[in-house]
């Protein structure tokens, strides 16, 4: 007589809640097996002279950087270390930065979460939103002597953060790469030149470049509150 | 009353040189035509037609090898199962890019569904061959459902997806005929479509496998199993992946003059696999729970056996590591290749289920015609032919100049 044991109630069930665990235990090597190792974006490799190309001929993209909608964008290093900085778009809203408020190293940020925060000379300042999910490494160490460098060369000595990313491969669903980074940076032109109209027809007319500082130039008094509106920051500003 | 305007620099093509003829005169189309490629579909269709229009006028006695033993043949088990399962694509990738948001994939969106909708149209014309009375094909729809029967939820869910896919292929239409009204219109039903589309498809390409289950004692053990519902479901996943990737690679060679050079199309295929992959792994897996749920082990030491085993090892598993070592490794063509053989393995499971293991124990065998061989291979080479036709003058491979983001739709 068998005794009536779970495992013995019947063999054939017993065999599928084996293969049922074999498959689990297997299928998590196998994915990570499928998935690649965890190795810096591809865009990183690109070594040499990376093209530039002009969204609606007024912002500077290069092709190696990942950006995110809040106009940040961020690029893949050898170390497994990401940098983050601000777009050009960013830059020429803001304008002339006097100071950037970078969090603390070891610190947590979130992507899509407020990420640091740019001043301007009058005192107002918009925060904006970090591209990436992880811990804080380094900060650029030339922004607290000049920090002006953040709007003058966005892509270059300008950079803000290194973070060791905590889930790229997610995050980089939410960020944009090639053909759609022009698209959206042709977007977020029309939605300025929307704004632009009333007092500064002649900037856009003329496919001049963009004064610095594009976001004082529409609206003088709010236009902090205006910058927030473009780099996805309005409503944290409201609740702060 | 008409205000004098400039002339035209060039007459205006007429409508037909414009939308059919891509521009040119009839004569110069109709030259256009002679291709070595088009020599052999025309030969196919040269003998297919008629051999179509036989068995219609005759019947399938006279035409095809189907017997009261064995009515199912090639047409169900090629031209339908294979058909439909192939057809997956279109409702994998529009899941994929319109509800999950994987954007990446937004480029081949539009052949897949294409290819889908081809899919299932030449699968229900190969159905219409195979019916004893085709005219009632409308039947169960207008009138007498049938509920209780599984050919009820076939029969709704291929008519409904059919209709679906043929709506979700709207835009391109538009684009192409220049409604932009009505483009717009059938832009914004897109979600609802997917949504609609993957319903349907999840309910009929399991319920396929679920007209097997009236056959547990005609089907082999095997290959019979409470569990095939999930088999045709789990595997039309993997089907309509790999499809995507053999039809993009195809076809982006075939028509380099209209595709979008902006396209990854190998970045695509390696996403693509990585999918079919895993996929693939969990078949594998689910399959062997059917063997154990059915106590079929002994059976695998027997001709249907090594058979299954052909089936289970070198069409499931192995193209399932191939496809993982590719993604990995990014090895394109390895990818490309696995892609063509995971499609081949499941028209060979699709044939075993509804033909090879069916009746395995009744001497009376079932050997195609060459009349339904030759049938079912017109098909397919008007499939591909429109196919053809469509995407070499609707916004498919390409955005159209007017719409750039139509490929996002």
Same mark, same amino acid.
């Given at each position: 007589?068998?005794?009536?044991?779970? %495992?013995?109630?019947?063999?054939?069930?017993?065999?599928?809640?084996?293969?049922?665990?074999?498959?689990?235990? %297997?299928?998590?090597?196998?994915?990570?097996?499928?998935?690649?190792?965890?190795?810096?974006?591809?865009?990183?490799?690109?070594?040499?002279?990376?093209?530039?190309?002009?969204?609606?001929?007024?912002?500077?993209?290069?092709?190696?950087?990942?950006?995110?909608?809040?106009?940040?964008?961020?690029?893949?290093?050898?170390?497994?270390?990401?940098?983050?900085?601000?777009?050009?778009?960013?830059?020429?809203?803001?304008?002339?930065?006097? *100071?950037?408020?970078?969090?603390?190293?070891?610190?947590?940020?979130?992507?899509?979460?407020?990420?640091?925060?740019?001043?301007?000379?009058?005192?107002?300042?918009?925060?904006? %939103?970090?591209?990436?999910?992880?811990?804080?490494?380094?900060?650029?160490?030339?922004?607290?002597?000049?920090?002006?460098?953040?709007?003058?060369?966005?892509?270059?000595?300008?950079?803000?953060?290194?973070? *060791?990313?905590? *889930?790229? *491969?997610?995050?980089?669903?939410?960020? %944009?790469?090639?053909?759609?980074?022009?698209?959206?940076?042709?977007?977020?032109?029309?939605?300025?030149?929307?704004?632009?109209?009333?007092?500064?027809?002649?900037?856009?007319?003329?496919?001049?470049?963009?004064?610095?500082?594009?976001?004082?130039?529409?609206?003088?008094?709010?236009?902090?509150?205006?910058?927030?509106?473009?780099?996805?920051?309005?409503?944290?500003?409201?609740?702060? | 009353?008409?205000?004098?305007?400039?002339?035209?620099?060039?007459?205006?093509?007429?409508?037909?040189?414009?939308?059919?003829?891509?521009?040119?005169?009839?004569?110069?189309?109709?030259?256009?035509?002679?291709?070595?490629?088009?020599?052999?579909?025309?030969?196919?269709?040269?003998?297919?037609?008629?051999?179509?229009?036989?068995?219609?006028?005759?019947?399938?006695?006279?035409?095809?090898?189907?017997?009261?033993?064995?009515?199912?043949?090639?047409?169900?088990?090629?031209?339908?199962?294979?058909?439909?399962?192939?057809?997956? =694509?279109?409702?994998?990738?529009?899941?994929?890019?319109?509800?999950?948001?994987?954007?990446?994939?937004?480029? &081949? &969106?539009?052949?897949?569904?294409?290819?889908?909708?081809?899919?299932?149209?030449?699968?229900?014309?190969?159905?219409?061959?195979?019916?004893?009375?085709?005219?009632?094909?409308?039947?169960?729809?207008?009138?007498?459902?049938?509920?209780?029967?599984?050919?009820?939820? +076939?029969?709704?869910?291929?008519?409904?997806?059919?209709?679906?896919?043929?709506?979700?292929?709207?835009?391109?239409?538009?684009?192409?005929?220049?409604?932009?009204?009505?483009?717009?219109?059938?832009?914004?039903?897109?979600?609802?479509?997917?949504?609609?589309?993957?319903?349907?498809?999840?309910?009929?390409?399991? @319920?396929?496998?679920?007209?097997?289950?009236?056959?547990?004692?005609?089907?082999?053990?095997?290959?019979?199993?409470?569990? +095939?519902?999930?088999?045709?479901?789990?595997?039309?996943?993997?089907?309509?992946?790999?499809?995507?990737?053999?039809?993009?690679?195809?076809?982006?060679?075939?028509?380099?003059?209209?595709?979008?050079?902006?396209?990854?199309?190998? =970045?695509?295929?390696?996403?693509?696999?990585?999918?079919?992959?895993?996929?693939?792994?969990?078949?594998?897996?689910?399959?062997?729970?059917?063997?154990?749920?059915?106590?079929?082990?002994?059976?695998?030491?027997?001709?249907?056996?090594?058979?299954?085993?052909?089936?289970?090892? =070198?069409?499931?598993?192995?193209?399932?590591?191939?496809?993982?070592?590719?993604?990995?490794?990014?090895?394109?063509?390895?990818?490309?290749?696995?892609?063509?053989?995971?499609?081949?393995?499941?028209?060979?499971?699709?044939?075993?289920?509804?033909?090879?293991?069916?009746?395995?124990?009744?001497?009376?065998?079932?050997?195609?015609?060459?009349?339904?061989?030759? +049938? @079912?291979?017109?098909?397919?080479?008007?499939?591909?032919?429109?196919?053809?036709?469509?995407?070499?003058?609707?916004?498919?491979?390409?955005?159209?100049?007017?719409?750039?983001?139509? @490929?996002?739709?």
């Amino acid at each position: 007589m068998i005794p009536h044991d779970i %495992l013995t109630l019947y063999s054939a069930k017993m065999l599928e809640y084996g293969i049922a665990v074999l498959f689990l235990l %297997l299928f998590i090597p196998f994915w990570r097996y499928v998935q690649g190792p965890a190795k810096a974006p591809a865009f990183a490799r690109a070594a040499g002279r990376v093209p530039v190309s002009r969204a609606a001929e007024w912002f500077l993209t290069p092709a190696d950087r990942l950006f995110h909608r809040g106009h940040a964008w961020l690029k893949g290093g050898d170390d497994g270390l990401v940098v983050v900085g601000l777009d050009d778009f960013a830059a020429k809203l803001v304008g002339p930065v006097s *100071r950037v408020s970078l969090p603390a190293v070891g610190a947590a940020v979130g992507q899509g979460e407020q990420g640091w925060r740019l001043t301007a000379a009058d005192g107002r300042s918009v925060a904006m %939103l970090s591209p990436v999910d992880g811990t804080v490494v380094e900060l650029n160490p030339a922004l607290a002597d000049s920090p002006g460098l953040a709007e003058r060369d966005p892509y270059g000595d300008g950079w803000l953060l290194k973070v *060791r990313p905590s *889930r790229l *491969r997610a995050n980089q669903i939410n960020l %944009l790469a090639g053909n759609a980074v022009r698209r959206w940076m042709e977007e977020a032109a029309a939605g300025l030149r929307g704004h632009v109209a009333p007092g500064l027809g002649a900037l856009a007319q003329d496919g001049g470049a963009p004064v610095a500082g594009m976001a004082r130039a529409i609206d003088p008094d709010g236009w902090d509150r205006l910058a927030a509106t473009f780099l996805l920051t309005a409503e944290e500003d409201d609740h702060a | 009353m008409s205000s004098p305007t400039t002339a035209p620099a060039a007459p205006a093509r007429s409508w037909a040189a414009d939308k059919l003829f891509l521009g040119l005169s009839f004569w110069e189309y109709a030259k256009s035509l002679a291709t070595p490629g088009n020599f052999v579909a025309g030969l196919i269709m040269a003998v297919g037609l008629p051999l179509m229009a036989y068995r219609f006028i005759f019947g399938l006695g006279a035409a095809t090898n189907l017997s009261q033993t064995n009515p199912w043949g090639i047409w169900i088990g090629f031209d339908l199962l294979s058909g439909v399962a192939l057809a997956a =694509g279109g409702y994998t990738l529009a899941t994929a890019v319109y509800i999950f948001g994987l954007e990446k994939y937004h480029a &081949v &969106v539009r052949p897949a569904v294409l290819t889908g909708f081809l899919g299932y149209l030449f699968a229900v014309l190969g159905l219409a061959a195979d019916l004893g009375r085709p005219w009632n094909l409308p039947v169960p729809i207008v009138y007498s459902f049938g509920g209780p029967s599984v050919m009820f939820e +076939i029969a709704w869910c291929v008519v409904l997806y059919l209709t679906v896919l043929f709506m979700e292929f709207l835009p391109p239409i538009f684009e192409w005929l220049g409604w932009p009204k009505a483009r717009l219109w059938a832009v914004r039903m897109t979600i609802g479509l997917t949504v609609f589309g993957v319903m349907l498809s999840t309910l009929h390409q399991s @319920s396929l496998g679920a007209l097997f289950l009236m056959a547990p004692t005609k089907l082999h053990p095997l290959w019979y199993s409470p569990f +095939i519902p999930a088999y045709f479901f789990i595997s039309s996943i993997a089907a309509g992946l790999s499809m995507v990737i053999v039809e993009s690679a195809l076809s982006h060679r075939a028509f380099q003059s209209r595709a979008d050079h902006h396209t990854d199309v190998d =970045g695509i295929a390696l996403g693509l696999a990585r999918g079919a992959s895993i996929v693939l792994f969990a078949y594998f897996f689910v399959k062997l729970q059917g063997i154990a749920d059915g106590g079929r082990w002994a059976m695998l030491a027997t001709p249907y056996g090594y058979w299954f085993l052909v089936e289970m090892i =070198g069409f499931i598993l192995l193209p399932s590591m191939l496809f993982a070592y590719g993604a990995r490794h990014s090895r394109v063509a390895l990818v490309r290749w696995t892609a063509a053989w995971t499609v081949l393995g499941i028209v060979v499971n699709r044939l075993n289920v509804s033909v090879i293991a069916m009746n395995w124990n009744v001497p009376d065998r079932y050997v195609p015609s060459f009349m339904e061989v030759w +049938i @079912s291979i017109t098909l397919v080479t008007l499939g591909v032919s429109t196919f053809r036709w469509i995407v070499n003058r609707m916004p498919v491979l390409n955005a159209h100049p007017e719409y750039p983001d139509s @490929s996002s739709h």
